[in-house]
C-alpha cells in the first residue's frame, strides 16, 4: 500500500518515501549482518532493521531520501518494521530532502523577533544591552539550532520556540509573583540554554550532533563562559553577571539532572520550573497527537516511564 506519512503506518506492507537520518551496522545473534534505519517524514520518525545485509550493499546512504518499501507486525505489544527493499528516490519523481526536514511549527525568524522585542522592553538596560547583544551576534545559530538532540525540541528552531514559550510563562509567573526581578526572569530565560550554540550542531537537514566541547563541559558551563566573556566586553556589573551566570548554572534544578548548582535565588528555581514545564507539555503534544482518544502511549522513557492518557472528547 503506497501512504504518504509515519503516521498512516500499521500492521501489513507498505511503500512511501523518507528522509534517512542514520544507517547503524549491527550483527545479530547468529552472527549474521543487519542494518537498523533511522528515518523520518519532516514529522514523525521510525526505527526499522534490515535483515542479512550490509551497509556496502546498499544504493542509498544516510541523509538523503529513499523510496522504502516497510514491513509491519506486532512485537512485544508494539509495532516492529522490517525494510524489505529499498532504493534512492529519482528526480523524475519531484521530492527532496528540503520536503522531510523537521522544522518548528512557528517560523524561526517569527520566534527571533518576539525574543527581540522582550529584550527591547526591558527597564534594565544593562540587562537589554548583554542579551540583546548576545542574541545579535548569534542571530543564524538561533535561527536554525535545535534545543536537542532528541526528547524534546529537537527539530530545526525548536531552540527558539523553546525560549519564546517559555517567555510566556514566565510573564504570568511575574505578574502573579510580583517579587520577582521580572527583567532578570526574562534574561535567565533567554540565556538559560545559549550554551547550546556550542553543546550541540545542528546541520541543514536537522540532524544534530554533540560538539568536542559539548561532550567535555555540558551547555550550562558553556553558556556561563559565554556570558561572561560578553559581560566583560560591555563593562556589565560583577552583581549582575553573578545571577544572570546562576541561573544558567542551577536550572536543570539537581545535580542529579546536570545542574551545576541548586538555584538560590528565586528567579533561578522558576527558570528551572519554566524550563521544566516546557520540556514536559513538548513531550506530552508529540506523543497525543500519535495516540487516539480514550487510549494509552507506549510507555514514555522521558517521563519516567508513564504510559499518557488521551481523554476522549464528549
Same mark, same amino acid.
Given at each position: #500500500?503506497r501512504?504518504?506519512?509515519?503516521?498512516?503506518l500499521?500492521g501489513?506492507s507498505? @511503500?512511501?518515501?523518507l528522509?534517512?537520518?542514520?544507517?547503524q551496522?549491527?550483527?545479530a545473534r547468529?552472527?549474521?549482518?543487519f542494518?537498523?534505519f533511522s528515518?523520518?517524514?519532516g514529522?514523525?520518525t521510525l526505527s526499522?532493521?534490515?535483515?542479512d545485509?550490509?551497509?556496502d550493499?546498499?544504493?542509498?546512504?544516510?541523509r538523503?531520501?529513499?523510496?522504502?518499501?516497510l514491513?509491519?507486525k506486532?512485537?512485544?505489544g508494539?509495532?516492529?518494521?522490517?525494510?524489505e527493499r529499498?532504493?534512492p528516490?529519482y528526480p523524475s519523481?519531484g521530492?527532496?530532502?528540503?520536503?522531510?526536514?523537521p522544522t518548528s511549527q512557528i517560523p524561526?525568524e517569527t520566534l527571533?523577533d518576539f525574543?527581540?522585542?522582550?529584550?527591547?522592553k #526591558? @527597564?534594565?538596560?544593562e540587562?537589554?544591552a548583554?542579551?540583546?547583544?548576545?542574541y545579535?551576534?548569534?542571530r543564524?545559530?538561533?535561527?536554525? &539550532?535545535?534545543?536537542?538532540?532528541?526528547?524534546?525540541?529537537?527539530?530545526?528552531g525548536?531552540?527558539?520556540?523553546?525560549?519564546?514559550? #517559555?517567555?510566556?510563562? =514566565?510573564?504570568?509567573?511575574?505578574?502573579?509573583?510580583?517579587f520577582?526581578?521580572?527583567?532578570?526572569l526574562?534574561s535567565?530565560?533567554?540565556?538559560?540554554d545559549?550554551?547550546?550554540l556550542?553543546?550541540?550542531?545542528?546541520?541543514?537537514m536537522g540532524?544534530?550532533?554533540?560538539?568536542?566541547?559539548?561532550?567535555?563541559?555540558g551547555?550550562a558551563?558553556l553558556?556561563?563562559?559565554?556570558?561572561?566573556?560578553y559581560?566583560?566586553?560591555?563593562g556589565?556589573?560583577?552583581?549582575?553577571?553573578?545571577c544572570l551566570? &546562576?541561573i544558567?548554572?542551577?536550572? &536543570?534544578g539537581?545535580?542529579d539532572f546536570?545542574a551545576i548548582?541548586a538555584?538560590?535565588?528565586?528567579?533561578?528555581?522558576?527558570?528551572?520550573?519554566i524550563?521544566?514545564?516546557d =520540556?514536559?507539555?513538548y513531550?506530552? @503534544?508529540e506523543?497525543?497527537?500519535?495516540i487516539?482518544?480514550?487510549?494509552f502511549?507506549d510507555p514514555?522513557y522521558a517521563?519516567?516511564?508513564?504510559r499518557?492518557?488521551?481523554?476522549k472528547k464528549n
Amino acid at each position: #500500500m503506497r501512504i504518504n506519512k509515519i503516521s498512516e503506518l500499521s500492521g501489513g506492507s507498505f @511503500e512511501l518515501f523518507l528522509l534517512i537520518k542514520d544507517i547503524q551496522s549491527k550483527t545479530a545473534r547468529n552472527g549474521s549482518s543487519f542494518l537498523t534505519f533511522s528515518f523520518t517524514d519532516g514529522t514523525d520518525t521510525l526505527s526499522a532493521n534490515m535483515w542479512d545485509m550490509q551497509i556496502d550493499s546498499l544504493e542509498v546512504s544516510a541523509r538523503e531520501v529513499a523510496f522504502v518499501s516497510l514491513e509491519g507486525k506486532p512485537y512485544n505489544g508494539k509495532m516492529s518494521y522490517t525494510v524489505e527493499r529499498i532504493r534512492p528516490s529519482y528526480p523524475s519523481e519531484g521530492v527532496s530532502v528540503s520536503d522531510f526536514v523537521p522544522t518548528s511549527q512557528i517560523p524561526p525568524e517569527t520566534l527571533y523577533d518576539f525574543c527581540i522585542s522582550r529584550i527591547a522592553k #526591558m @527597564e534594565n538596560k544593562e540587562l537589554s544591552a548583554l542579551v540583546g547583544r548576545i542574541y545579535s551576534d548569534n542571530r543564524e545559530k538561533l535561527l536554525h &539550532h535545535s534545543a536537542a538532540r532528541s526528547v524534546h525540541h529537537n527539530k530545526i528552531g525548536e531552540l527558539l520556540w523553546h525560549i519564546a514559550r #517559555m517567555l510566556k510563562l =514566565a510573564s504570568y509567573v511575574a505578574d502573579t509573583y510580583s517579587f520577582l526581578d521580572r527583567d532578570m526572569l526574562a534574561s535567565g530565560v533567554l540565556l538559560h540554554d545559549i550554551g547550546k550554540l556550542d553543546e550541540l550542531s545542528t546541520d541543514e537537514m536537522g540532524i544534530t550532533e554533540y560538539t568536542s566541547d559539548g561532550c567535555l563541559f555540558g551547555h550550562a558551563l558553556l553558556g556561563i563562559e559565554k556570558v561572561r566573556k560578553y559581560a566583560k566586553e560591555l563593562g556589565t556589573s560583577d552583581e549582575t553577571v553573578r545571577c544572570l551566570t &546562576h541561573i544558567i548554572a542551577a536550572h &536543570h534544578g539537581t545535580r542529579d539532572f546536570g545542574a551545576i548548582a541548586a538555584p538560590a535565588t528565586a528567579e533561578a528555581y522558576a527558570v528551572h520550573c519554566i524550563d521544566l514545564i516546557d =520540556a514536559r507539555m513538548y513531550i506530552f @503534544e508529540e506523543n497525543l497527537s500519535k495516540i487516539d482518544e480514550a487510549s494509552f502511549s507506549d510507555p514514555i522513557y522521558a517521563l519516567e516511564g508513564t504510559r499518557i492518557y488521551k481523554p476522549k472528547k464528549n
